[in-house]
């Protein structure tokens, strides 16, 4: 081992005595460097090789090749003002037009590392997308082929490999400030071959083949571009006008998605995505219409193709209005459009700004009086498919695009269609998803319409009364029924829906600790009417919060008020007016007899500032009670340093002053 070592630091004598010649590095510098390469060299040699000593002895070079650069453009600066030219004489290329030894020394060390390393950990990818990224840093663009080939051969089944050496034959290596091609690039047929490689090897990956449509259209751009550029000459050959034109009218794209779908036939959303990389692209409105025909065919069955289907009608609605639009400004113009990658835009004036108001009019006035095909599509998708999740996506759609695709008054015609083919029984229940939907689109502009979205609501919850046990989506019907009753002032119906759900809801329900707290604060709002606090027995409610505390403590946005247990023990302790229960036996409920006191280590913050106020409160009406020794204070004032040790120390520390005076008193 020691004579391959010694072998190799003899490689790189000529190189280090160059840059030692040129006053890069001193004698010194090149003992050090020459000391710490023998070091990782022996490190690198041994039995057993780890993966960790490679990278360090490359980040190590990579700090020394970013010296020696500093110190290289430092020497030239200086030689340039001796000299007043603009290459040194010590820096100067050879004959062969090569840079010296010394500058490419260390970066071809680098390159041997990664190869070296690659060698040992063949199982690795980073290390190969190391090296790839160390190639482009430092401009050895030459060797990103090798680097990816090597790559491809050991991990065929890595997809960002593919991609990644495709866009390099494809795109090269270019400037992101100018944009300009610096390396390579342009090769279509080789980017061709690597892509239907991976495909061979990996025909279910939906990346690959959307990668590869991708490609194919970005070449039938650059070959419009060109054909634009060239446009003013006149072709000899007609055979090749024929097929290019043949070529860009988007019959390449359209085999490669028919060959995505045959190997990757029952995924829409996969089939939806080459309707969004069309959209990336100019003039692919073939390629679009097969896609979508191709998804409304296959899946009608299927509520996602029927919402697809409308939204790419929509959007050629408006593609096709604009372009009437456009084209008769351009024609009044005397203007060309441009096509592919050759985009002339003009600045806009002020009568331009005019222009572009009286088309977005115009446009308007064409989809109103015109035949809505969006429309048309949603009717024809709730009578083919009647199902819940059909409606609840049409109106949702419906209700997203009013304004864009639809009006206001076809948005409340569709829906009404939609409510007289549900019906509220107990064999077709709506599905609690609809009816949120349904009766959010009551309460919105402009229809404003509480009564009916509170009707809507009751009519499920009454189907939904019926089951034994109610589920987490019962409760959220129920929560925002009463959200709406609380609006309209009907918070004793409000207090009755609460209970009715209560009742019927297991303890194990992830929002039953919600609806506790929705009911207590609603008894509150009601505190005046002591009927209705003894007909509701806040205390047993309240009882039931402490109960459930330690292991359901949510924090929501409250519908009266009370949206954490840390609230609650504080109105409770404000607010009850019952004389049956004295403040003294609310904080004995609180801080003696329930679990809620231990400790705030899952407590959000507001939590913790709430139960700060309770304390104080606490500590302040105890105070008041004149006992001998008053060991309740003394108890009250432990379990606040004891619930705020763990998160907020300086709280405790502030009790425990407290403490200290009053013992001292």
Known sequence: MAELVEQSLDDMV?????????????????????????????????????????LRYVEIEMKLERLRKIRTKKINEQQERKESSKIPDRVKKNNSGALPIGDVHIIQLIHLLFFRAIQKFKSDVTLHLQHAAFAKESKSYHKLTTIY????????????????????????????????????????????VLMQRALRINPTSQDLWIQNFCLELHFIQKLRGRKEILQGTTSQNNDDDEKTTDYTSGKIPIIVYKNAIDNIPEDIAFRMNFLDVCKSFPNTEKVEDYV???????????????????????????????????????????????????????????????????SIHNKKQRISKSDNTVL?????????????????????????????????????????????????????????????????????????????????????SAVSKTKENSDDNDVSITLHLASLLKKNDEISEALTELQCCLNHTPVYQSNYM????????????????????????????????????????????????????????????????????????????????????????????????????????????????????????????????????????????????????????
């Open 14 to 54: 000529v190189p280090l005595r160059d840059l030692m010649d040129r006053g890069i590095f001193s004698e010194t510098e090149i003992k050090s460097i020459v000391s710490r390469r023998r070091e990782y060299e022996y490190l690198l040699r041994r039995r057993v090789a780890r993966k960790a000593d490679f």
């Open 149 to 192: 080939t090597e790559a491809l051969q050991y991990h065929p089944r890595n997809v960002e490999l593919w991609i990644e050496a495709a866009s390099h034959e494809f795109f090269g290596i270019t400037d992101l400030e100018t944009g300009e091609t610096l390396f390579g690039g342009g090769s279509m047929q080789g980017a061709r």
């Open 292 to 358: 979508a025909s191709s998804i409304e065919q296959n899946f009608l069955d299927k509520p996602e193709a029927w919402i697809a289907t409308a939204t790419y009608r929509g959007e050629k609605m408006m593609k096709n209005t604009t372009t009437t639009t456009t084209t008769t400004n351009i024609n009044n113009e005397q203007q060309k459009e441009t096509i592919g990658f050759v985009i002339d835009r003009c600045n806009s004036s002020d009568d331009d700004d005019d222009t572009k108001s009286l």
């Open 376 to 460: 048309e599509t949603l009717y024809e998708a709730i009578e083919e498919l009647p199902t819940e999740d059909m409606y609840l996506r049409s109106i949702r759609f419906a209700r997203q695009n009013c304004g864009h695709y639809l009006s206001i008054d076809e948005v409340e015609e569709f829906v009404t269609k939609v409510l007289k083919k549900v019906e509220f029984n107990t064999d077709n229940i709506l599905s609690p998803d609809l009816v949120m939907e349904l009766s959010d689109y009551f309460v919105t502009d402009p229809h404003n319409d509480i009564e009916k979205a509170i009707q809507l609501l009751k009519d499920f």
């Open 514 to 665: 919600q609806l506790l707290l929705e009911l207590f604060g609603a008894i509150l709002l009601l505190r005046k009417d002591k009927n209705q606090q003894q007909q509701y027995n806040i205390k047993s409610i309240f009882e039931k919060i402490l109960l459930f505390a330690p292991n359901k403590n949510p924090t929501f946005d409250p519908i009266f008020g009370v949206g954490s247990v840390a609230t609650a023990c504080l109105c409770m302790l404000l607010q009850h007016n019952d004389k049956n229960t004295s403040k003294k036996d609310i904080i004995d409920l609180v801080v003696e007899r329930s679990t809620y006191c231990d400790c705030a280590r899952d407590k959000s913050i507001e939590e913790i500032q709430v139960m700060v106020t309770f304390f104080d409160t606490a500590i302040t009406y105890t105070t008041k009670i004149k006992q001998k020794k008053n060991s309740k204070l003394r108890r009250l004032m432990d379990k606040a340093i004891q619930f705020f040790e763990t998160c907020a120390p300086d709280i405790a520390d502030r009790y425990r002053t407290k403490k200290n005076e009053f013992m001292y008193l």
